[in-house]
């Protein structure tokens, strides 16, 4: 089935790392673009980050730009999110998404001290 597994969530303090992973099974990625979305409780799911088929160009949320690194490992079949500099704002649940995938169960992110 064609599928995207998010990985990596949990629970980081202000200004600190982490490092999503998105695993395709099901579907080759590197004729696709990829992005990750996020959607924060009562609130609309928003595109933080997309990225070619080729790596380039990438696109980010403006209020991300500078904090957050998309990145692709076709050979791998995964897509991956470093997020730095992380703020209370960036608590959401984070997903995964293909031209070919429905939503997934996503990977929680939460920002706190």
């Known amino acids: 089935q064609v599928q995207l597994v998010e990985s990596g969530g949990g629970l980081v303090q202000p200004g600190g790392s982490l490092r999503l992973s998105c695993a395709a099974s099901?579907?080759?990625?590197?004729?696709?673009?990829m992005f990750w979305y996020r959607q924060a409780p009562g609130k609309e799911r928003d595109m933080v980050a997309g990225?070619?088929?080729?790596?380039?160009?990438?696109y980010y949320l403006d209020s991300v730009k500078g904090r957050f690194t998309i990145s692709r490992d076709n050979a791998k079949n995964t897509v991956y999110l470093q997020m730095d500099k992380l703020k209370p704002e960036d608590t959401a649940v984070y997903y995964c998404?293909?031209?070919?995938?429905?939503w997934g169960q996503g990977t929680q992110v939460t920002v706190s001290s």
């Open positions: 099901g579907f080759t990625i590197s004729r696709y673009f």
């Open positions: 990225i070619s088929s080729t790596g380039s160009p990438e």
């Open positions: 998404k293909s031209a070919v995938t429905t």
